[in-house]
């Protein structure tokens, strides 16, 4: 039964944490700004929706945003202790003529993951990405294995993995809507190693210093901005996944994620994504509805050994609305009829729809925020008997 409820909660975790589109509703929603670039998408992570989004399903070269994966299934070995952050790997011949962006390390050094995350992540090196791959996944073949089970895990139906750092290569694809999917994970999943993509500076000890500064030039313009991936090839142009959290009256931290795919040079990506983000936080305003934990409703339960059952999530419940409409949102809650204990804490036992005019915004998943054991034999008789005659 604790096996049943902990894929139950899996499962509704991953449904939370799929952006949702903002439906048009009419002609009230904001119009982004012109974007000069092939793809974008811009992502309120905190009201889990979608503020806008062009071409977002179109297959596009990943470049080095290739490395969030890579970075993924790093972190979730890290959290498994399959490795650890001072374990020191070595670095093959393989590594070591990795062309492209470099950590510049050789096979003479042994090398800490917490240094090669900081060298992938940091300088984009590919050498780094290709030895913590190896040190993860046994072979870079194996990893490329993984990381493509992870994105279908995660689904991510648009994309394919063929190598863990982001080199061209037929059929290594992706889509804007799938980078969404794994940056919010990868934020979600693992907030304990997202420093690394706000570090600005980083270079190993005995390597070029010259070469150790971010790709990602709006962590030095904007301080706001604490992530998340540059890319780069001739094919797939200058990429930005880019995140920000800023402070809110009444809401507190609010994240968005800008993807945008495909633009001209560094500066068009930066200047585009900072574009799209100060756009989604001025055009849209975000509204807490419920704070963590808090019962969004209390109906009745049967059979249990209480006689009702505390609905909510354990996280805020906040939606994302264009700018002045908030006035405009009414909100319904479903729940199963009868609910029959027992019930597990976490168990997802509802919905709570909210709507701005007519059209939907969001369905929210709600869950029991306390356990309710199943009552005694007697207590179970008299409320089948209830239950029946009601």
């Known amino acids: 039964m604790k096996r049943i409820f902990s894929t139950l909660r899996s499962l509704f975790l991953a449904a939370a944490l799929v952006p949702v589109a903002l ?18 998408m811009l ?9 806008a989004a062009k071409n977002i399903d179109a297959p596009v070269e990943q470049a080095s945003l290739t490395k969030l994966m890579t970075a993924y299934l790093v972190f979730d070995a890290l959290t498994a202790k399959k490795v650890d952050l001072q374990q020191k790997l070595p670095v093959s011949v393989r590594a070591w003529k990795m062309p492209g962006s470099r950590m510049f390390i050789d096979p003479k050094m042994q090398v800490a993951v917490d240094d090669l995350l900081k060298g992938m992540i940091v300088q984009s090196g590919n050498d780094a990405t290709m030895a913590l791959a190896e040190g993860v996944g046994g072979t870079a073949e194996n990893f490329v294995k993984l990381m493509n089970e992870q994105a279908k895990a995660l689904g991510m139906t648009g994309t394919s993995y063929k190598n863990p750092e982001g080199l061209t290569e037929p059929g290594h694809l992706t889509t804007a809507r799938d980078l969404s999917i794994l940056a919010t994970r990868l934020l979600h999943d693992f907030p304990q190693y997202m ?8 270079s190993y000890p005995g390597t070029p210093a010259s070469n150790g500064n971010n790709r990602n030039a709006l962590l030095f313009r904007d301080p706001t901005v604490d992530g998340l991936k540059t890319g780069h090839t001739a094919a797939a142009g200058y990429c930005l996944v880019a995140t920000a959290k800023r402070e809110f009256p009444n809401v507190g931290t609010r ?5 945008v795919l495909g633009t001209s040079s560094e500066n068009a990506r930066a200047n585009e994504s900072q574009k799209l983000l100060n756009w989604g936080y001025t055009a849209f305003d975000a509204v807490k509805l419920f704070d963590a934990a808090q019962p969004v409703a209390t ?11 505390k609905m909510g999530r354990p ?4 939606v994302a609305v264009p700018a002045g409409s908030a006035g405009k949102i009414t909100t319904q809650v479903s729940h199963q009829d009868p609910l ?5 804490k976490g168990q997802a036992i509802g919905a709570l729809k909210v709507t701005l005019g007519e059209e939907v915004l969001r369905e929210v998943p709600l869950t029991a925020l306390d356990g309710v054991e199943q009552a005694g034999v007697l207590g179970r008789a008299w409320d089948a008997i209830r239950m029946w005659i009601r």
């Open 23 to 40: 439906s048009a509703q009419a002609q009230q929603a904001p119009q982004p700004p012109e974007i000069a670039a092939h793809t974008y």
């Open 299 to 309: 109906p009745t339960v049967w059979k249990g050994q209480s006689n009702s059952v």
């Open 340 to 344: 029959v204990a027992p019930f597990a």
């Open 255 to 259: 994240r968005l994620v800008s993807i």
């Open 195 to 202: 420093h690394y993509y706000a570090t600005k500076q980083y």
């Open 43 to 51: 992502v309120d992570v905190t009201a889990n929706q979608v503020l």
């Open 315 to 318: 996280e805020a419940i906040v």
